[in-house]
């Protein structure tokens, strides 16, 4: 299998890197600078993406309904999505944006670790790898004192 990399997918991807990486901390420095409650600060950042969301529904007109095509598995990974925002604003409010980022990363190794009891997923040497690249990250950032 050969590897097709052009370089608007380059430059595609150091633009949404760079976007992401402006939003969280944007993100960041709004839930600390204000005074107000984690909840409310909550209402307003969810707030846009409802109405956004609510938009482009209402202008592409489906013509099923808003509910067709949910299943109570598609309910769950919703609330759970939304869940996990919550947590992450929590992380963000009282800690910081690379703290975030460790939890995703912790995520992820928990993640495999479930694949590979429930689904017999066969781990590679670069999982490992990646395991020692996030652990001695952890550690330079929190155990160097």
């Not at 995703?104 to 429930?118: D, G, Q, R």
Request: charged letters at 5%; hydrophobic letters at 55%; one cysteine or more.
């Amino acid at each position: 299998m050969q590897l097709h990399v052009t370089l608007l997918g380059l430059v595609l991807l150091a633009v949404y890197c760079l976007i992401s990486g402006l939003s969280a901390v944007y993100t960041e420095a709004i839930l600390k600078s204000q005074a107000l409650p984690l909840s409310l600060q909550n209402l307003f950042l969810y707030f846009f993406g409802v109405l956004l969301n609510l938009m482009g529904y209402l202008w592409s007109s489906a013509e099923g309904g808003f509910w067709e095509g949910f299943s109570s598995w598609v309910l769950v990974i919703v609330l759970s999505q939304a869940l996990n925002g919550l947590i992450m604003s929590v992380v963000m409010k009282h800690s910081s944006n690379i703290t975030r980022l460790f939890v995703i990363s912790c995520s992820i190794l928990v993640n495999a670790l479930l694949s590979v009891t429930l689904f017999n997923l066969q781990l590679t040497l670069l999982f490992f790898v990646a395991v020692s690249c996030i652990g001695l990250a952890v550690h330079l950032y929190y155990g160097v004192t």
